[in-house]
């Protein structure tokens, strides 16, 4: 199967339809022993300082692991996507646009995927197949989410890398579900977290710092049982269709789409304090105003950019803010 570059979550049913094997370069560039090294390039080639890192690091990997196709979102993820597709075209990739429509519309993301389809030299029955025999490898991504919340059994880390994984499924479908269907077994049998941690929520694109975040978390007493966008990486709402599939999708429309969802699960999973990641430089980062005002558990709001692990100053917030809900728990329930 010939690469494909995807810059964030697209329809890959029809790109595996297509006969192409898609690449999330956002997971290229942060599973790298090096991944400066690829905004090295990025800003040698004249990207400039202020630009998000991940703009930068997906210019780097495509540039540096020979990957010459690349569908790029332009509309329901990142502004910045337009220019990276015309750079990436003056550097002699085939670089191609992909827009989620405005707003969640069914007839309207049918008419999306039908002329992807046609672009990708395929049909939408065929990707409808290929959905089908993709449910099984989601419902083992969202049963290993049930076992995080619910069950206890599963670390917050391995929930994020799971999830986040369904985006292009590790390039290899069948691989990910085998192994991730042997993982549950053993997760079935492991004890349950101690009852007494801190449950904590993320929302917000994937941090740069995931690595190191999500063990620092359990490190101090808490654990996180939601993660907002990888699940829905996951299509935790499928539908009977793939335009209803990616219609009720929420990442790419807009921030009233994803309270709805943020909400429901917040409450659902008993969440006692939500970490909102931001991305430098990017639009998303002024939706936390509204995040904020919505959201009823305390909400501690992180920020970064190429740093691709924990300073002091964050780990600090992070430990003042855990340390802000202990004491809330505790005097609620001296009450």
């Not at 550097?91 to 992807?116: H, I, N, S, V, W």
């Not at 989410?145 to 369904?166: A, F, M, R």
């Not at 991730?180 to 801190?198: C, N, T, V």
């Not at 335009?243 to 659902?268: F, G, H, M, V, W």
């Amino acid at each position: 199967m010939k690469k494909i570059g995807i810059t964030t979550t697209v329809p890959v049913e029809v790109l595996l339809a297509a006969g192409y094997q898609p690449i999330d370069l956002n997971n290229v560039l942060v599973s790298a022993p090096d991944p400066t090294r690829f905004i090295t390039i990025a800003e040698r080639a004249g990207f400039p300082l202020n630009c998000c890192a991940w703009i930068k690091g997906i210019y780097g990997v495509c540039l540096d692991s020979g990957i010459d196709d690349v569908l790029c979102v332009t509309s329901g993820d990142c502004s910045n996507t337009i220019m990276l597709m015309e750079v990436l075209k003056l550097k002699g990739k085939t670089a191609m646009p992909f827009a989620y429509p405005e707003r969640p519309d069914k007839a309207q993301m049918q008419k999306t995927l039908e002329k992807l389809s046609s672009a990708l030299g395929t049909t939408l029955k065929a990707a409808e197949k290929i959905r089908q025999e993709l449910q099984s490898a989601r419902a083992f991504a969202l049963k290993l989410d049930k076992y995080t919340w619910k069950d206890n059994k599963v670390s917050g880390w391995e929930n994020h890398i799971w999830l986040i994984s369904t985006s292009d499924f590790n390039g290899d479908y069948h691989q990910y579900q085998q192994e991730l269907q042997s993982l549950l077994d053993d997760y079935e049998k492991r004890q349950p977290y101690p009852a007494k941690e801190i449950r904590v929520g993320y929302i917000g694109v994937p941090s740069v710092f995931a690595k190191e975040l999500y063990p620092y978390i359990e490190k101090h007493g808490a654990r996180v049982v939601y993660n907002e966008v990888q699940r829905q990486f996951a299509m935790p709402d499928a539908g009977a269709s793939l335009a209803e599939q990616y219609t009720n999708y929420t990442y790419p429309y807009s921030i009233n789409e994803r309270l709805a969802d943020i909400k429901t699960e917040l409450e659902k999973r008993r969440i006692d304090g939500v970490i909102h990641y931001v991305q430098a430089f990017c639009h998303r980062g002024i939706g936390d105003i509204v995040m904020r005002s919505a959201i009823d558990p305390p909400v501690l709001t992180l920020e970064g950019n190429a740093d691709f692990f924990l300073n002091g100053h964050v780990k600090t917030r992070i430990e003042a803010f855990l340390d802000m809900i202990e004491r809330k728990i505790f005097f609620k329930g001296v009450k």
